[in-house]
């Protein structure tokens, strides 16, 4: 998680949410910061950057099986999706999202038993740095 939040207070001009992508070995595999506003990318969030990233370096196909997400904000429907998609092991993140938050809060798309591939989950770590991030941010702005 503090490498995800290393990610997330990166320069950009989006809003400060990053995610990194551990190989099953503990070792970071890609790290993204959300990216919407430089790359133009209603997609380009922090999860979907890093699957795409950790996906190239792991050179197997799509599958991160093993691998673990971590992740500064509770993600939306679309990462949620994407992480389940990817077999995701493990997803780690920080913050809750009420207003987004497909992990819990407003959905709860990774433990949907429809689903063939549930990671396990741990919400809420470091929560408080990762919710500063996004407080300082906002802040600034308003
Ligand atoms: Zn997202």
Not at 7 to 27: K, T
Request: with cysteine; glycine share 10%; net charge negative.
């Amino acid at each position: 998680m503090e490498a995800a939040l290393e990610a997330a207070r990166a320069p950009g001009a989006d809003v400060p949410i990053g995610a990194v992508v551990f190989g099953p070995d503990g070792a970071p595999l890609a790290a993204a910061r959300n990216a919407r506003v430089e790359l133009g990318d209603p997609t380009a969030h922090a999860e979907i950057l890093a699957l795409r990233a950790a996906a190239a370096v792991v050179g197997d196909g799509w599958r991160l099986e093993g691998c673990t997400l971590a992740v500064t904000l509770e993600p939306c429907t679309m990462c949620a999706g994407a992480l389940v998609l990817a077999r995701i092991a493990r997803l780690v993140f920080g913050a809750w999202e009420p207003k987004t938050g497909a992990v819990g809060s407003l959905w709860d798309v990774v433990r949907d038993r429809r689903l063939n591939h549930r990671p396990e989950v741990h919400g809420g770590v470091l929560e408080s740095q990762c919710a500063a991030v996004l407080e300082t941010y906002f802040a600034i702005r308003r």
